[in-house]
């Protein structure tokens, strides 16, 4: 008998432990093993790995992850509650589950890990998106991490995957490939959530390039492409006036026609662009 099986069935943890799910800590638990064992097997060869867990809830994915051979998880749940369930994994596997009870927009487990590092989470979307935006913008490139392995809601996925031309397309598909691979590789139904969230959701992977993408001052590129896309519907030449006095000049030496839309650029004419209005 495997170490997973002596431990109870998630349906029955909840109850001991009285988890009631909380809309106010965005709690959607997955319940089923087989797929957070799946969903483990998405984030790479953890046998040489900490991995670190934020948001383990009563520990479907905590499971998996150790299952699937994680070298050590260190978890992050603010949910005081769930830390008995979590302790109880701990205990069955011994020396490789640590737990912090405690905000992850507050910590920095930095100090707990050893890498190499990989990130696998499964979390309410808003605190996911701003864990996402924080690991992607580090002061030194290459990152803590290898890679995250994200659940986000379906419409979130897409747009940190999507391409130019595309609806979703904007800040955020820019600020993670710029600095990563980005794939969706799993997709979810409400119903694989307990309770059921109102919409679908996917498992985003991203792997971090050893250096960005192409490359570009990492405040000037952000700031254009804000800029960009705050006002999207505009041509660059009056959406980016602010940026340069002579913009059409700088959109025209970095290759854009200055009456293009910031939907139609890619990356590597906006990090060119970055670079023109940096020259100054
Ligand atoms: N990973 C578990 C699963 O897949 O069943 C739980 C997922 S549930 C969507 C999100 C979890 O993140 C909850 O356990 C919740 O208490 C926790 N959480 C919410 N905000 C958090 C934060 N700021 N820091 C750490 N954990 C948080």
Redesign the pocket.
Known sequence: MSAIDTLPPLREVIATHQLSA?KS??????LDLNL?AKIARQAGDLTECDVLE?????G??TRGLLSEGARRVLA????TR?IPALNEIAQTYPGRLEIIN????EIDPLAHLTPPVRIA????YN?GTELLVRWLTPKEWPPFWQSLTLMFQREVAERIVAQPGSKAYGRLALLAQWRADAHIVLSLPPGAFTPPPKVSSAVVHLTALPKPRFPAPAGVLSRVVAAAFNQRRKMLRAALKGQAPDIEDRLLAAGIKPTERAEQVPLEAFCALAREIDKS
């Open positions: 909380r800590l965005g709690q959607n638990f997955l957070t934020i948001g383990p809830g009563p479907g994915l992050v749940e603010k949910d769930c405690g905000d992850a927009l989470a499964n979390l309410p605190v």
